[in-house]
């Protein structure tokens, strides 16, 4: 019998390499078919692509079920398993454990970057025969090979390991990856956002690769980066939910050096996503467009670096990482090809227009990628700067809080301010006379808002100038809406425009919940008995009753504590058994203006009824999740056609609508 188990166990290794040794053999096999076919001219290479592209998809789903069926049957003969296994880990958690740690990961954004490649297989099947398409799939493939590398060498999953030693291992995720049902969507989410730019990345370097740089690239690939954008987005703000929820400090970002690494992609990515639009309609920005795609896809693999390579310390990060010089050595290589790409291609990157005026349409995203590109540099050299002096000096610095919230709050405030204009601005060039008839009530509605703070008390002149041009933003959009709305209806509110402007208002949302919630959070801690009653932020809170309860992964305290003679809270300390450490649960009372967020701390005394908590009155924070739905729902809206416009005359499929970008009123 212990025979049968022993080779039940191997063969959880065996499949799982095999997997991962026929997926990295069709990648490979799958670019040199491409790409032999594609110089050669011989059509029966190109009929094996196919082929080649679902074995890559197989090879990953069976290598993420095999490793899933082990860590569900705690399979002890793989090291991943008595890495993040355990016989008292719910269901639930022994599920994400895939994820949890760095071999696991690297499966998950593997069986992603699969599924993307045949997904775009399948949807150009019948053009593989165009050398665009063609060299955008040999880019997919080399990716994907070099994500198979990792999974079969410095980051083995199903790597053999000898008896467990239960006193060392077999103890489970890290605590606080088990203990909220987040981790079920938040890494997955985030991971499709990083991922899914691989697309617009591989058809910008098949555009630089054939010569074809003009705007047939970019049809191909809008919804692609927007979609990818839309993910990334929403996995950005389940993380911030999961920080809240979780770990027990009363935020939703602390400038975490791992936070940085997700928000850096998306900035260049927002950038892109603005810019692209006047390349479509003018021909113009062709090398930032280029360059905003290659810093975007860079930037999700330097994320991977700091993430997996074990140079950061982070709740979020995996510190044991042997994968740091690979993608390190990625990292490079895609900025030294994309960069010697755009060189050899300089001459026809050049635009056939310019812009006519600072303020148009034009002139305003230019300088929102100017902004979005500065805002990025400023995270990038807070995040790396520590480790390139311990790295030149041999001494560790810490760049905290409040160099990034020194250096990103003038930049929040002028992208507010740019949200609050462009919309309003005409192709080409504006008059003084049209800017003040379309800014008349957006300047209004910014007016209005910051008396409506003042008199709720608000001060300070930071937080007072966001809530006014936040105001003013959110007039300029909703002015769009409306004009849209007026003419089409409910249809008005489609299109990368229109959809944009719901995205706008989602991240107006963000901005003011973030400005409320950094600049009026008040906090206190108290001590106290069961029965006694303190005061706090106009509210009182009571200590109903403390208790200890014990789990199959660990023990605690609870306590019930009533907010102002209602509704008890529970909030909570445990102790995970397996590896001594403490995590907090807190207990929250959600409002429209603010949350009442309630923390036990170490030294309860549940024996003398005696407790110590916190108290965080957190304001505005529920308007950051709604911002956050806001956000997605306007990008599934700008996904789809509003009105149509020709399409570009270089582009590589058939005829594809494209909606036009003017106001609805110009």
């Given at each position: 019998m212990l025979g049968g188990v022993v080779l039940a166990e191997g063969t959880n290794g065996f499949l799982g390499h095999t997997a991962l040794i026929v997926g990295f053999a069709a990648c490979l096999f799958g670019a040199f078919a491409l790409v032999s076919a594609t110089v050669l001219h011989n059509p029966r290479l190109l009929r094996t692509v196919q082929t080649y592209g679902w074995i890559v998809l197989g090879g990953a789903v069976l290598a993420v079920v095999v490793m899933e069926k082990a860590l569900i049957t705690r399979d002890w003969s793989l090291a991943y398993v008595q890495k993040v296994g355990s016989y008292d880990t719910?269901?639930?958690?022994?599920?994400?454990?895939?994820?949890?740690?760095?071999?696991?990961?690297?499966?998950?954004?593997?069986?992603?970057?699969?599924?993307?490649?045949?997904?775009?297989?399948?949807?150009?099947?019948?053009?593989?025969?165009?050398?665009?398409?063609?060299?955008?799939?040999?880019?997919?493939?080399?990716?994907?090979?070099?994500?198979?590398?990792?999974?079969?060498?410095?980051?083995?999953?199903?790597?053999?390991?000898?008896?467990?030693?239960?006193?060392?291992?077999?103890?489970?995720?890290?605590?606080?990856?088990?203990?909220?049902?987040?981790?079920?969507?938040?890494?997955?989410?985030?991971?499709?956002?990083?991922?899914?730019?691989?697309?617009?990345?591989?058809?910008?370097?098949?555009?630089?690769?054939?010569?074809?740089?003009?705007?047939?690239?970019?049809?191909?690939?809008?919804?692609?980066?927007l979609f990818a954008w839309g993910f990334l987005t929403l996995g950005i703000i389940l993380g911030g939910w999961w920080s809240y929820e979780v770990l027990g400090w009363g935020g939703v970002w602390g400038w975490d050096p791992v936070e940085n690494a997700s928000l850096l992609p998306w900035l260049t990515g927002t950038a892109y996503i603005h810019s692209v639009m006047v390349q479509e309609r003018r021909g113009m920005l062709r090398v930032w467009n280029l360059s905003l795609l290659v810093a975007t896809f860079s930037l999700t693999i330097l994320g991977t670096f700091l993430t997996r390579s074990g140079v950061i310390n982070s709740v979020h990060a995996f510190s044991?990482?042997?994968?740091?010089?690979?993608?390190?050595?990625?990292?490079?290589?895609?900025?030294?090809?994309?960069?010697?790409?755009?060189?050899?291609?300089?001459?026809?990157?050049?635009?056939?227009?310019?812009?006519?005026?600072?303020?148009?349409?034009?002139?305003?995203?230019?300088?929102?990628?100017?902004?979005?590109?500065?805002?990025?540099?400023?995270?990038?050299?807070?995040?790396?700067?520590?480790?390139?002096?311990?790295?030149?000096?041999?001494?560790?610095?810490?760049?905290?809080?409040?160099?990034?919230?020194?250096?990103?709050?003038?930049?929040?405030?002028?992208?507010?301010?740019?949200?609050?204009?462009?919309?309003?601005?005409?192709?080409?060039?504006?008059?003084?006379?049209?800017?003040?008839?379309?800014?008349?009530?957006?300047?209004?509605?910014?007016?209005?808002?910051?008396?409506?703070?003042?008199?709720?008390?608000?001060?300070?002149?930071?937080?007072l100038l966001a809530f006014g041009l936040a105001g003013f933003a959110a007039g300029s959009a909703l002015r769009q809406l409306v004009l849209a709305t007026r003419r089409q209806g409910y249809r008005g509110l489609l299109g990368r425009t229109n959809g944009g402007m719901i995205v706008?208002?989602?991240?107006?949302?963000?901005?003011?919940?973030?400005?409320?919630?950094?600049?009026?959070?008040?906090?206190?801690?108290?001590?106290?008995?069961?029965?006694?009653?303190?005061?706090?932020?106009?509210?009182?809170?009571?200590?109903?009753?403390?208790?200890?309860?014990e789990s199959a992964t660990s023990i605690g305290v609870k306590a019930l504590i009533s907010i102002d003679g209602g509704q008890a809270y529970a909030p909570a300390i445990s102790k995970f058994t397996a590896t001594g450490q403490d995590v907090a649960t807190p207990s929250v009372r959600t409002g429209l203006r603010y949350d009442i967020y309630l923390t036990l701390e170490n030294g309860s005394k549940p024996s003398t009824g005696e407790a110590k908590f916190k108290v965080f009155i957190k304001p505005m924070i529920v308007w950051l999740w709604v911002g956050g739905m806001l956000c997605g729902v306007g990008t599934v809206l700008a996904a789809f056609p509003g009105r149509h416009r020709r399409r570009p005359t270089d582009a590589v499929s058939a005829p594809i609508e494209l909606e036009t970008e003017e106001p609805v009123d110009a």
């Open positions: 719910p269901a639930l958690f022994n599920f994400t454990a895939l994820w949890s740690a760095l071999e696991g990961s690297i499966l998950l954004w593997l069986l992603l970057l699969a599924v993307y490649t045949a997904i775009i297989l399948r949807r150009y099947r019948h053009r593989l025969h165009d050398p665009m398409v063609a060299w955008a799939l040999v880019t997919m493939f080399v990716v994907t090979a070099f994500f198979f590398f990792l999974a079969l060498g410095p980051t083995d999953a199903f790597r053999a390991a000898g008896a467990p030693d239960f006193n060392r291992c077999c103890k489970g995720p890290n605590p606080l990856l088990q203990n909220h049902v987040l981790v079920l969507f938040h890494p997955p989410i985030l991971y499709l956002g990083y991922v899914g730019f691989t697309v617009p990345f591989a058809f910008a370097i098949a555009a630089l690769v054939t010569g074809r740089v003009g705007e047939g690239w970019l049809v191909e690939t809008r919804r692609w980066a044991d990482g042997t994968v740091g010089p690979y993608l390190l050595g990625a990292f490079g290589v895609v900025v030294a090809v994309s960069l010697g790409l755009i060189a050899w291609r300089g001459d026809r990157l050049r635009s056939p227009g310019a812009i006519d005026s600072p303020l148009s349409r034009e002139g305003a995203f230019l300088a929102n990628n100017v902004i979005f590109t500065l805002f990025a540099f400023v995270i990038l050299l807070g995040t790396v700067f520590p480790l390139i002096v311990e790295a030149k000096d041999d001494r560790r610095i810490a760049v905290g809080s409040p160099f990034f919230d020194t250096m990103s709050r003038p930049i929040g405030l002028v992208l507010l301010f740019l949200m609050a204009v462009a919309p309003a601005l005409p192709r080409r060039k504006a008059s003084g006379e049209l800017l003040r008839e379309r800014l008349f009530w957006p300047s209004w509605c910014g007016a209005g808002t910051l008396v409506v703070a003042v008199l709720l008390g608000a001060t300070g002149f930071s937080p706008h208002l989602g991240i107006i949302l963000i901005a003011v919940a973030l400005a409320a919630s950094n600049s009026y959070s008040r906090a206190g801690e108290f001590t106290v008995t069961k029965g006694e009653t303190v005061e706090f932020g106009g509210h009182t809170f009571t200590l109903v009753d403390l208790t200890e309860f």
